[in-house]
């Protein structure tokens, strides 16, 4: 079917793509081909502050009619979604319409950890209503760009931790050395550089026993063997 070849499409794309930006461009990309002849419009906004971060339409927008998401009760209720009363989200018992001479539509919220990240908005033109399944396609579009929201705040996480960690450890005032399972070299801190006259660059990827002769390297293998299980050397 073509709608589940375009689907799985996205989520490739979305796999591939990082910034909310380009996961805006592919997931418009998608409702293009889903829904021919349609109006949408896709917003993504900070979870915190509901700022807008990214908007893509296909058709001409209502003066002011997306400064403000306005999400059905029914669908907060049915992702557990709590939504404050402000002046850039709500909530609403009906669907109000972002395009000009816009028919039939619906909107249906992006929800990722629990926190609003944007809403899809699909719209017929005047005189045309909109497939029971329109409404379903929308809903797995939206749910597979949740799943890659959720993943690029994970990976900024991850980033910031280990940039932190990296940090951490340069700046130990202890020797430090991470090798990988075949005792290849991945990270020296700057006390390491300094004792061995090397630069970071010299012996990231190298194996460690090459900088160890002799009966030291008999010595290196019973820290690494007894790190690895957890001893204390």
């Given at each position: 079917m ?12 979305a ?9 805006a ?21 900070d ?7 990214c908007l893509y ?59 609003l990240?944007?809403?899809l ?9 909109l ?10 579009v ?19 931790r280990?940039?932190?960690?990296e940090?951490?450890?340069?700046g ?11 005792r290849?070299?991945q990270f ?8 061995i006259?090397?630069?970071p ?6 194996d ?17 063997v007894?790190t ?6």
């Open positions: 073509k709608e589940t070849s375009e689907l799985f499409d996205l989520e490739k794309a796999t591939a793509a990082a910034p909310e930006e380009d996961l461009l592919v997931t418009s990309r998608t409702l293009k081909a889903l829904f021919p002849g349609a109006r949408y419009c896709l917003r993504l906004i979870p915190e502050t509901h700022a807008l971060r339409a296909e058709g001409p927008l209502l003066p002011g009619a997306t400064d403000r998401i306005l999400v059905k009760r029914h669908a907060a209720d049915k992702t557990g979604l709590r939504i404050p009363s402000t002046g850039k989200v709500g909530l609403t018992d009906s669907y109000h319409n972002v395009f000009e001479g816009g028919g039939d539509g619906t909107c249906t919220p992006v929800v990722a950890g629990g926190r990240h944007g809403a908005n699909l719209e017929r033109m005047p005189g045309r209503t497939d029971p399944r329109d409404k379903l396609l929308l809903i797995m939206a749910n597979q760009l949740a799943i890659a929201l959720k993943n690029v705040g994970r990976l900024r996480e991850a980033a910031a280990g940039a932190f960690l940090r951490a450890l340069l130990a005032n202890t020797l430090v050395v991470i090798i990988d399972n075949t290849r070299i020296i801190n700057a006390p390491v550089a300094d004792l006259a090397r630069t660059g010299e012996v990231i990827g190298t460690i026993a090459t900088w160890f002769t002799g009966e030291d390297r008999v010595g290196l293998k019973r820290i690494i007894s690895i299980r957890g001893r204390k050397i």
